[in-house]
């Protein structure tokens, strides 16, 4: 069955350093997204990626943050200067939107640990 | 407003048990309604989804939706230890919208 991957699945980075987290969303699907979870919290979307650009973003992906799709396969979230409470779970989403609504299969998740 | 609200638990029952996981919505323009599974330290898993009012079935697990009180349901049936996880309910819109997850355990 066709999965979402994501790598790595855990990483720590100092506070400051930038981090690429990277995914392989499922191959016939259009519409890709980036959630995280801060532990104990629910999910909260940060963004979403259709045709090579943002469809949407919320006010948590501020300029830190930045996504791409620099192949046919991969898609990639960006932070630029991490910060303590960018600790959390990230998962990348892929949706093929054929029903006009998410129906969004996630990926296992890579847990950032700041320090 | 929150725009999904969930009871976060601890939800505690017995292996066989019938279990009732709810959610509560704020804008009734939603249409798509999602259940998904998270166990500890995983990624969510899509369990089912239903559209507008009424109920949908597969296997032991029951969704359903009330629209006019805003209110949808996800039922398991025989509940079975391995059925211990978290259930997140969300609004599916241009993205998922999530309620916070009940913490479901099922003991032996």
């Known amino acids: 069955e066709p999965e979402v991957t994501q790598t790595p699945s855990h990483q720590v980075t100092q506070m400051g350093q930038e981090v690429i987290l990277r995914c392989v969303p499922i191959s016939n699907h259009l519409y890709f997204y980036w959630y995280r979870q801060i532990l104990g919290q629910k999910v909260e979307f940060l963004v979403s990626?259709?045709?090579?650009?943002?469809?949407?973003k919320s006010e948590i992906f501020d300029d830190q943050f930045s996504v791409e799709r620099p192949d046919g396969s991969n898609f990639t979230l960006k932070i630029r200067s991490t910060k303590l409470e960018d600790s959390a779970m990230y998962f990348c989403a892929s949706s093929p939107r054929d029903g006009g609504f998410t129906e969004a299969f996630f990926g296992q998740g890579t847990r950032l640990t700041v320090v | 407003q929150k725009e999904v609200e969930q009871d976060p638990g601890p939800l505690s029952v017995p292996e066989g048990a019938i279990v009732s996981l709810n959610c509560t919505y704020s804008n009734s323009a939603f249409q798509y309604f999602m259940w998904y599974r998270q166990y500890s330290r995983k990624g969510p898993e899509l369990l089912m989804y239903?559209?507008?009012?009424g109920n949908k079935e597969d296997g032991r697990f029951t969704a359903q939706v009330d629209k006019s009180s805003k209110y949808i349901s996800l039922f398991i049936r025989d509940s079975q230890p391995s059925d211990s996880a978290t259930y997140l309910c969300a609004i599916a819109t241009d993205k998922l919208i999530f309620g916070t997850g009940t913490r479901l355990q099922v003991f032996p």
């Open positions: 990626f259709y045709n090579n650009e943002i469809s949407e």
């Open positions: 239903t559209y507008s009012s």
